[in-house]
């Protein structure tokens, strides 16, 4: 069983509605991250997030650490939002390295 | 947010010739670099930490003969693929950590560099 799993693994949606992606993990963390990955391959730091809330014009993160389970939130979708969704979590203990979700991809048409 | 550049963004060269891949924190110093590979539909694998000044770290499974790491300096990191084959060909992604308060680390991903081995 993978540390990090998403849900859903393939999102397909219409322009304007409202998404939501999940990860959960299995071990204790110090930070994770949400990353977008567009079609060309660059990857965009979205957010990283060690408790709470964190808001970005349409995309919003939510942690639970009890629950080890973070959602990131897309609001008024749109055609460019397409584009694979990645969690990623930093492993408690001083450990450097990043443990990443399989993804996440998000279709939204037009 | 903080910006990190790749070139080439990328590269197809003859198999057995070598090729080098540059990461720069453009706005920041960045300690601590890493690179990664990703093949297709899957998810990004670490290669190797990188820190300033000193030898990187490579992830098990890595040749560290065959993928150089330099970190010369606090915003430049080079990955050279030496005598490159086909199954060699992937895309290639840098990382920079800028340490943050309390800790926690802003980490922050360059563009990638796809390379194909002919």
């Known amino acids: 069983k993978n540390e990090v799993e998403q849900s859903p693994q393939n999102l397909t949606a219409q322009e304007g509605e409202f998404i939501t992606i999940n990860c959960s993990y299995s071990v204790g963390i110090s930070a994770l991250h949400w990353l977008q990955q567009h079609p060309g391959g660059g990857i965009v730091s979205l957010f990283m997030l060690s408790s709470g809330k964190k808001k970005h014009g349409r995309l919003i993160a939510t942690i639970n650490i009890q629950e080890k389970h973070s959602s990131l939130h897309i609001t008024a979708s749109h055609p460019r939002d397409s584009a694979v969704y990645i969690c990623?979590?930093?492993?408690?203990?001083?450990?450097?390295?990043?443990?990443f979700g399989k993804g996440t991809k998000l279709t939204v048409n037009p | 947010g903080a910006v990190v550049s790749q070139h080439p963004s990328w590269v197809i060269c003859k198999s057995g010739t070598s090729v080098k891949i540059e990461c720069r924190s453009l706005d920041f110093q960045a300690t601590t670099m890493f690179w990664y590979r990703q093949f297709p539909k899957q998810s990004l694998m670490l290669m190797a930490t990188?820190?300033?000044?000193?030898?990187?770290?490579?992830e098990q499974g890595v040749e560290k003969d065959k993928f150089l790491i330099n970190h010369a300096s606090l915003t430049l990191s080079t990955l050279t693929v030496t005598s490159a084959h086909p199954e060699d060909s992937s895309f290639y992604i840098c990382?920079?950590?800028?340490?943050?308060?309390?800790?926690?680390?802003?980490?922050?991903f360059g563009p990638g560099t796809r390379l194909t081995v002919t």
């Open positions: 990188s820190n300033e000044g000193s030898k990187a770290t490579y």
């Open positions: 990623a979590v930093r492993a408690q203990g001083g450990s450097e390295k990043l443990v």
């Open positions: 990382s920079a950590r800028l340490a943050g308060v309390l800790g926690n680390y802003e980490q922050y």
